[in-house]
């Protein structure tokens, strides 16, 4: 059993369609564990395009509810139902925010029976947002905090056994939240979806999350969701202007090891 966490990057977009980049969604495989960060439309193919089957996955975490981060969730379960491969047996948990029992109800009056959990074999739980949460995932804890984005926006800091660390910041808005919980982290794979001098508001710009990486002492910086034009722009420069550490620009399938 591997005992280093790798970090796929599935998705490194948006919900702006792009055939360089597909909506948000990472996957953490480590100690023979999956687990999945946000789920985007056509997230379940580009898994195993990774190489990562469907009934491999053990947790899915929710950053918020946007359907870009959210677009795989009804598939997913429809896929775990109806796929006559499917063999597992074990639960697997969905994690979200607040609010996400109440999103699994609008899909099912929506779809009907079709997107209803099987079963005990989908657990879902609701994490408060009104306040820090640590949890255990064994052998992962698994912490959270409310982040400048939507009401019910969640940062997820994932720490393995040995003490390592990655942080997956969700859609963000510029936060000390951010910086707190991101501490010493090995990595942290922030969003930044709009170009220096371009802001989005509830997202981040290159130097805003340099700042972020700086005051947090992150070891190394992924920079991910990004627009169409992220691509035509120095997304480096401003952001090394204030961390001086390594920072990585995210691309669909690229693998970090920590
Ligand atoms: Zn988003
Ligand atoms: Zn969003």
């Avoid at 790798?6 to 996957?27: D, K, N, W, Y």
């Avoid at 949460?133 to 056994?161: A, E």
């Avoid at 170009?195 to 981040?204: A, I, L, Y």
């Avoid at 992924?222 to 920072?247: A, K, W």
Wanted: glycine share 6%; charged share 25%.
């Amino acid at each position: 059993m591997s005992s280093f966490m790798e970090i796929i990057t599935i998705g490194s977009g948006t919900c702006v369609p792009s055939l360089r980049r597909a909506g948000p969604c990472h996957c953490i495989r480590a100690y023979g564990f999956t687990i999945v960060i946000d789920m985007s439309a056509g997230s379940l193919r580009r898994l195993l395009r990774a190489g990562i089957r469907q009934d491999e996955i053990d947790l899915i975490l929710i950053t918020h509810f946007h359907p870009d981060h959210t677009g795989e969730i009804v598939p997913f379960i429809f896929a775990s139902k109806y796929s006559p491969s499917y063999k597992r047996t074990k639960p697997v948990f969905i994690w979200g925010p607040e609010g996400i029992s109440r999103l699994m109800e609008g899909f099912i009056s929506a779809w009907g029976e079709w997107a209803a959990p099987q079963d005990d074999r989908i657990v879902i739980e609701e994490i408060p947002v009104s306040m820090p949460t640590s949890q255990q995932f064994p052998p992962f804890v698994i912490d959270t905090i409310h982040t400048k984005h939507t009401p019910q926006s969640l940062v997820y800091k994932i720490t393995g056994p040995d003490g390592k660390s990655v942080v997956f910041s969700g859609d963000t808005d510029f936060c000390n939240e951010l910086i707190d919980i991101s501490k010493d982290a090995d990595l942290l794979v922030l969003e930044c979806a709009a170009p220096e001098g371009r802001k989005v508001q509830g997202h981040m710009t290159p130097s805003e999350a340099g700042k972020i990486a700086k005051r947090a002492r992150v070891k190394r910086l992924v920079l991910t969701h990004f627009y169409p034009n992220c691509d035509r722009s120095d997304m480096i420069d401003p952001c090394q202007e204030r961390y001086q550490g390594p920072v990585i620009l995210s691309e669909d399938m690229m693998r970090i090891v920590i």
